[in-house]
């Protein structure tokens, strides 16, 4: 295989993974065109699940990303009114489990969804 067509199949992956993520920040009343820009997607994600713009720099840090990811992902669900068991599909099952908050019937709840009970 070519360096070219690695990249291109690279390309292609990059975008279908990110279309479930386009249609949960619509859902979140946020611009969808977002998921597709490196960066910026992360820093509208966090402001989805009503975390701090600077927790962008945790995900820099070896281990500490991971947490922070798995954080991130457990905000998300209690913003569309789920729970720990759709927090570990997010963890395993990403693109599937955010197919799943894009068409299913789940509604975004705000942010402040992540900060009510546990």
Do not use: C, H
Request: net charge positive; charged share 10%.
């Amino acid at each position: 295989m070519s360096f070219q067509t690695a990249v291109i199949i690279g390309i292609i992956v990059y975008f279908v993974y990110l279309i479930p993520l386009f249609g949960v920040f619509s859902k979140a009343r946020e611009p969808g065109w977002a998921a597709f820009i490196p960066i910026w997607n992360l820093l509208v994600l966090l402001k989805i699940v009503g975390r701090p713009w600077w927790w962008i720099f945790l995900f820099i840090i070896p281990v500490v990303d991971i947490v922070v990811a798995i954080v991130v992902w457990y905000d998300l669900s209690k913003s569309f009114g789920r729970g720990v068991a759709f927090t570990v599909g997010l963890v395993f099952l990403s693109w599937i489990f955010l197919l799943i908050l894009w068409l299913g019937s789940s509604q975004y709840r705000g942010s402040l969804a992540a900060d009510a009970s546990v």
